[in-house]
């Protein structure tokens, strides 16, 4: 259910290719959310997933995204993705898991609680719900899934923010927390139109 989202792209700088990746979770047989700055590029890109089998399919169209929550639905050529359940109102305290993608090393599994609950400001305006939990991630991670003790999807791993003791400018140094940022599964469902 959760897959490896790749990109290969033009930088603007050069004429070669590049490849990125990031993480994402079926929803149906043939749709996968992961996080919108993944797909959202000003360059020339091409995007498809990779199962855990090794299975390769394309990213066909965006059904549906979400901009101050960071979140897109996907269609893939496909149908035959095994969706993850997926279950709203996840409490403070709570265990919650992560399996993504930090930095290429692939289908990596933490494990933490929600620390919890807040508005968060959009630079467009708009004030949308986000969860910080404990469980690691890193860049690759984008878009995967926090899972609670039952394997229900309870949220989408969105960013990082980290904070420091003393920053001068660009400079910043003894690094004292990492705020890890999801969204609430919550705005999966608005954007799927269940519950």
Known sequence: SVVIVGKRYLCGKCDHWHSGTA???????????TSLHVID????????????????HPVVEVLAA????DL??????CDDLPPLPMRAGLAPGETVHVLSHPDRAFWYFTSGVLARRFPFRHRSGTSVEMLDITAGFARGSSGGPVIDATGAVVGVVRATDSVYYEEDGDTQRNLQLVFRRCAPIENV???????
């Open 23 to 33: 993480t994402g979770f079926a929803i149906a047989a043939n749709a996968i959310v």
């Open 189 to 195: 469902l608005d954007m799927a139109g269940g519950d």
């Open 66 to 69: 979400n901009a101050p929550a």
């Open 41 to 56: 590029a000003d360059r020339e890109s091409t995007f498809a997933v990779m199962t855990a089998a090794g299975a390769f």
């Open 72 to 77: 897109v639905v996907l269609r893939v050529d």
